[in-house]
C-alpha cells in the first residue's frame, strides 16, 4: 500500500506533532502501567498485614468486627475487600464521613481489632498511571483527559503504521548500532515501536473505553431508557442500579455466610473479592456479592442479596449482560492484565516499558532532525523536558519503593505523606532539569540514582518483615513469603538495569547526538 503525497504528509504530521505533544504523558502512563502490572505483589510486599496467613475466624465473626467499628463512626456503606489468593488478612474499605476521605483497615480477627492499612505503594502506582487521586475532586477532569489523550494515542499509533506500512517487515528487525547517533536512535524507535504497537493500540482503545464509556451513560438515558440512568449504566458497564431511598429504621441483618451461600447457590462455584454492603444494619439494605466463576474469562459477576431476607435482589454475570458490558468487561480485564500466569505479566511488562521507549526515542528523533534546520529555545526547552520527565519517572518510582520503607510506620497522614513526597521529587528532577548543560551526563548521574533506591528498597524493607528476599539477615528462621521475594528481584532486577544502562550512556553531550 502506498500513499499519496499529500496524505503521507498529513499522517507524517498527526504522528510526529501528536507523539511530541503527547509522548511525555503516554511515557509516564507506560512505564507506570509496566510496574502495576504486579500491582497485587506490590500490595502484599507493602504492608505485613497482607502476609499474614488468613485467620481461623469465621467470615460473620469478621464482618461483625466491622460492622461494630462502622457503626462506631455512623457508617452505613462500606466494603469488606478478601485477599488476594487467600493469603493474608481481609480489609475495610470506605469513605469516612467526618474527613470525607477513603479509610481502610485491616480486620485483625486473631486480636478482635481493626489494623489500619499504613501504606499505600501500590495504590499511587496506580493513581499515578490513571492521572488520578481520589484526594482531588478536580483530579477526576484529568482523569477524563486520560481518556482522551488515550484516543489521540489510538491515531497516532494508527498513522504511524500507514506511514511505515510499506516496509514495516524491515523496521520489524532492522537495528544498525555501527551507524550514527540519530540512524541509531531512529532504527530504535521503530524497532521497539512495530514490536509493541499492537500492544500498545490494545491498552490505548480498551483505556478509551474504560475512561469515556461512562460518559455516555447521560446522552443515550433519555431517548433509550426513559431517563432512568441507573439501567442505562446497567445496560452499558453491566453494574447493578442502585435503588433511590435512604435507610430506614434499624432491622436485624441474616449472617454473613448465609448472605454469601445464597449468592453461591445462584453462581455455584463463586471466588470472592468483596462483599459490598450498603445501608448495613438498616430497613433498606442489601449487599453486593462481587466475585469470579471458575475457569472462566472475564467472569466478574455481583449477586445483589437482601440481608434481612436472605432473598437474591439482582444478578449480573457473564449470563445476563448485555454485548457491549461484555465488551467492556473483556477490555477491563486485559487492560489490567488480569488473566495468564506469570509469563504473560513478565511479556506485558517488557512491552510496556519497549512502548515507553518508543516514545522517548520518537522525541529524540523529531528534535534531531529539527536541530539539523536550526537550534530553537523551544527545542532546547522540549529536549530539557523530556530529560527531566524521563529521569524524574524512574527516580519517582524508586522513591514510592524506599520512600515506603523510610517514612514512620505510625505517623500521622502518612498516605498523604507517600503521595505528596512523590510528587514533590517528581516535580522536582523535572524542574531541575532545566538547570542542567549535559543532558547526557544528567540521564547517566540520575539512572545511577534511581539503581541505588531500587537496590536499597528490599534491605530497607527488613524494618517490617522478614519475608522477602533478604529475611535471613535479620531473621535466621524467616518464612519467605513469593510475592514479597518477587517484589525484592524485580526491585534488584530495576536496579540492574538502571545502573547498566547508565554505564553504557557517554557522560557527556556530543555535538554529533
Known amino acids: 500500500m502506498k500513499l499519496s503525497p ?71 456503606d462500606f466494603a469488606l475487600i478478601f485477599p488476594h489468593d487467600g493469603e493474608g488478612l481481609l480489609r475495610t474499605g470506605y469513605f469516612d464521613p467526618a474527613s470525607s476521605s477513603y479509610t481502610e483497615s485491616w480486620v485483625d480477627a486473631d486480636k478482635d481489632r481493626l489494623v489500619p492499612k499504613r501504606d ?3 495504590t499511587l502506582l496506580y493513581h499515578i498511571h490513571t492521572l488520578y487521586s481520589p484526594s482531588a475532586g478536580w483530579a477526576y477532569y484529568i482523569y477524563l483527559a486520560a481518556g482522551f489523550i488515550s484516543a489521540i494515542l489510538v491515531m497516532i499509533l494508527v498513522t504511524g503504521v500507514l506511514i511505515h506500512l510499506r516496509n514495516i517487515v524491515q523496521q520489524f528487525h532492522q537495528y544498525r548500532p555501527e551507524a550514527r547517533p540519530l540512524v541509531k536512535w531512529n532504527d530504535m524507535h521503530k524497532v521497539l515501536g512495530v514490536m509493541s504497537v499492537p500492544f500498545q493500540l490494545l491498552f490505548a482503545y480498551s483505556a478509551v473505553i474504560i475512561v469515556l464509556g461512562p460518559m455516555f451513560v447521560g446522552g443515550i438515558a433519555g431517548p433509550i431508557f426513559d431517563g432512568e440512568q441507573g439501567e442505562t449504566r446497567q445496560e452499558l458497564t453491566g453494574a447493578i442500579a442502585r435503588p433511590g431511598h435512604e435507610a430506614g429504621e434499624a432491622a436485624e441483618m441474616i449472617p454473613a455466610d448465609e448472605i454469601v451461600a445464597t449468592a453461591r447457590q445462584k453462581r455455584p462455584g463463586l471466588k470472592l473479592d468483596q462483599l459490598r454492603f450498603r445501608h448495613y ?7 453486593d456479592v462481587r466475585g469470579t466463576l471458575p475457569d472462566e474469562h472475564f467472569s466478574r459477576t455481583i449477586v445483589r442479596v437482601d440481608p434481612e431476607s436472605g432473598s437474591v435482589m439482582a444478578v449480573s454475570g457473564p449470563d445476563t449482560r448485555s454485548s457491549s458490558a461484555t465488551l467492556r468487561r473483556a477490555l477491563i480485564d486485559l487492560h489490567i492484565v488480569g488473566l495468564g500466569g506469570m509469563g504473560l505479566h513478565i511479556v506485558a511488562v517488557l512491552l510496556g516499558l519497549a512502548s515507553a521507549a518508543s516514545m522517548l526515542t520518537g522525541i529524540g528523533i523529531w528534535l534531531a532532525r529539527r536541530r539539523r534546520r536550526r537550534d530553537s529555545l523551544a527545542d532546547r ?11 524524574a519517572t524512574i527516580i ?39 538547570l542542567a548543560t549535559e543532558l547526557r551526563a544528567l540521564w547517566r548521574r540520575r539512572l545511577i540514582i534511581s539503581g541505588v533506591l531500587f537496590a536499597a528498597a528490599p534491605f530497607a524493607a527488613l524494618r517490617h518483615s522478614s519475608a522477602g528476599l533478604f529475611g535471613w539477615l535479620t531473621d535466621a528462621q524467616a518464612e519467605l513469603h ?10 534488584i532486577l530495576a536496579a540492574i538495569a538502571c545502573v547498566a544502562s547508565a554505564l553504557l550512556l557517554p557522560s557527556a553531550d556530543t555535538e554529533a547526538e
Open 6 to 76: 499529500h496524505s503521507h504528509k498529513t499522517y507524517w504530521d498527526f504522528h510526529a506533532w501528536g507523539g511530541v505533544i503527547l509522548g511525555l504523558i503516554g511515557f509516564v502512563m507506560f512505564t507506570v502501567g509496566s510496574v502495576i502490572v504486579f500491582r497485587d505483589a506490590i500490595a502484599t510486599w507493602q504492608d505485613p498485614m497482607a502476609q499474614k496467613a488468613s485467620p481461623d475466624a469465621s467470615l460473620e465473626h469478621q464482618v461483625d468486627l466491622a460492622g461494630a467499628e462502622m457503626a462506631d463512626r455512623k457508617v452505613t
Open 120 to 122: 499505600k505503594s501500590a
Open 381 to 391: 526547552l522540549l529536549e530539557k523536558a523530556t530529560a527531566g520527565v524521563g529521569t
Open 482 to 491: 513469593p510475592h514479597v521475594v518477587g517484589v525484592d528481584i524485580g526491585l
Open 281 to 287: 444494619g438498616h430497613e433498606g439494605a442489601y449487599v
Open 396 to 434: 519517582g518510582i524508586a522513591w514510592i519503593f524506599l520512600g515506603s520503607r523510610l517514612i514512620p510506620w505510625t505517623m500521622e497522614g502518612r498516605w498523604w505523606a507517600q503521595e505528596w513526597t512523590f510528587y514533590v521529587v517528581w516535580l522536582g528532577g523535572v524542574l531541575s532539569a532545566f
